[in-house]
């Protein structure tokens, strides 16, 4: 029987979670789905922890790899060993309600989507969390062009955690210019896609793991800038308007906030020659996109006190970020 769905996670020393992420899989209502693990040569017990579980469930494969540190590379080494009808990606920290692979399959075909996104929940252990992604604002009955989702993708209003035909992923491939160019790789997933349904299944994105790498202050951080360049590329080159030109000159300035506060967090910890070079690269970041926020808009007063700090000039944005890293080290105290 043809495999319906693979679901494929990237492995780099995952071994506190991979028990939860694959129990989970394995309580699926809906069967006939192969996981595939690619090792990205882990150096604690996660190649092991795969191969035993592989042993108990032939829908588990293991593919190792050498370390390249980023998910497009990873995912673009197994694609060939995939042999489901449709794709879906996650972390080795993820989690899935019972119910999702049946609710975005029933979703895929009754639909006939080319791709489906199933609700999305920030999962922070054992509280119960409300927050999220759901439909389009809640709205679950839409079905919408690629285009479309590509647009509301820009600011995650719809998240990436899709099932996609995999047709679709094989004609494009995920791009490898950075480490989180797989999010340009959403967008152009999207773009190529006809038509997007939604359905109520949920996806459970893990936010507690302190050790994932979007966590973690690491150089690499600075490639989301790299992928904002390339994604204001492919939105002009695709006729996009100014609105999701501006969307995309957002999240550049909310990254150098985001990025800059994760290095603020690390920098005791770095010799000071690398604390320079990358101040240095910052204050590049910053000055080159500095025209790119004259007209962004704000949606709230937190965000509008932020922007307005960013664009007013690069003291500016240095005192801002240096005040909120203060405000979150003095919230923290005694938790």
């Given at each position: 029987?043809?495999?319906?769905?693979?679901?494929?996670?990237?492995?780099?020393n995952?071994?506190?979670?991979?028990?939860?992420?694959?129990?989970?899989?394995?309580?699926?209502?809906?069967?006939?789905?192969?996981?595939?693990?690619?090792?990205?040569?882990?150096?604690?017990?996660?190649?092991?922890?795969?191969?035993?579980?592989?042993?108990?469930?032939?829908?588990?494969?293991?593919?190792?790899?050498?370390?390249?540190?980023?998910?497009?590379?990873?995912?673009?080494?197994?694609?060939?060993?995939?042999?489901?009808?449709?794709?879906?990606?996650?972390?080795?920290?993820?989690?899935?309600?019972?119910?999702?692979?049946?609710?975005?399959?029933?979703?895929?075909?009754?639909?006939?989507?080319?791709?489906?996104?199933?609700?999305?929940?920030?999962?922070?252990?054992?509280?119960?969390?409300?927050?999220?992604?759901f439909?389009?604002n809640?709205?679950?009955?839409?079905?919408?062009s690629?285009?479309?989702?590509l647009?509301?993708?820009?600011?995650?209003?719809?998240?990436?955690?899709?099932?996609?035909?995999?047709?679709?992923?094989?004609?494009?491939g995920?791009?490898?210019?950075?480490?989180?160019?797989?999010?340009?790789?959403?967008?152009?997933?999207?773009?190529?896609?006809?038509?997007?349904a939604?359905?109520?299944?949920?996806?459970?994105?893990?936010?507690?793991?302190?050790?994932?790498?979007?966590?973690?202050?690491?150089?690499?951080?600075?490639?989301?800038?790299?992928?904002?360049?390339?994604?204001?590329?492919?939105?002009?080159?695709?006729?996009?308007?100014?609105?999701?030109?501006?969307?995309?000159?957002?999240?550049?300035?909310?990254?150098?906030?985001?990025?800059?506060?994760?290095?603020?967090?690390?920098?005791?910890?770095?010799?000071?020659?690398?604390?320079r070079?990358?101040?240095?690269?910052?204050k590049?970041?910053?000055?080159?996109?500095?025209?790119?926020?004259k007209?962004?808009?704000?949606?709230?007063?937190?965000?509008?006190?932020?922007?307005?700090?960013?664009?007013?000039?690069?003291?500016?944005?240095?005192?801002?970020?240096?005040?909120?890293?203060?405000?979150?080290?003095?919230?923290?105290?005694?938790?």
């Amino acid at each position: 029987m043809a495999i319906d769905i693979s679901v494929v996670i990237p492995v780099y020393n995952g071994a506190e979670f991979l028990k939860d992420t694959i129990e989970s899989l394995q309580s699926q209502t809906h069967k006939n789905f192969e996981i595939i693990f690619i090792n990205d040569s882990s150096t604690d017990n996660s190649l092991n922890f795969l191969i035993a579980a592989a042993q108990h469930d032939n829908r588990i494969k293991v593919y190792t790899k050498p370390n390249e540190g980023t998910v497009a590379k990873a995912i673009n080494y197994v694609l060939p060993y995939c042999s489901g009808r449709y794709f879906m990606y996650s972390s080795q920290d993820d989690l899935y309600s019972p119910d999702l692979l049946e609710q975005n399959l029933k979703t895929m075909e009754s639909m006939k989507a080319d791709a489906v996104v199933p609700d999305m929940v920030y999962y922070y252990g054992n509280a119960i969390q409300s927050s999220g992604i759901f439909g389009i604002n809640g709205n679950h009955n839409k079905v919408i062009s690629g285009r479309e989702a590509l647009f509301l993708s820009l600011n995650w209003t719809i998240h990436g955690f899709v099932l996609w035909k995999m047709d679709t992923v094989r004609q494009i491939g995920y791009y490898q210019f950075g480490m989180n160019s797989d999010e340009f790789t959403t967008r152009a997933l999207y773009f190529n896609s006809k038509s997007v349904a939604f359905s109520q299944g949920v996806f459970y994105y893990r936010q507690n793991n302190k050790n994932a790498i979007t966590k973690k202050w690491n150089s690499l951080q600075l490639d989301c800038f790299e992928t904002s360049y390339q994604l204001e590329k492919y939105v002009i080159q695709n006729g996009f308007g100014q609105d999701a030109v501006e969307l995309i000159h957002k999240t550049i300035l909310l990254d150098l906030v985001r990025i800059r506060l994760m290095f603020l967090k690390s920098k005791s910890k770095m010799e000071v020659s690398e604390k320079r070079h990358v101040e240095d690269l910052l204050k590049d970041i910053y000055y080159h996109n500095l025209p790119k926020f004259k007209n962004l808009q704000s949606t709230s007063p937190k965000q509008f006190i932020m922007i307005n700090a960013v664009r007013k000039g690069y003291f500016s944005y240095l005192v801002y970020t240096y005040l909120h890293q203060f405000f979150l080290k003095i919230t923290n105290v005694g938790k």
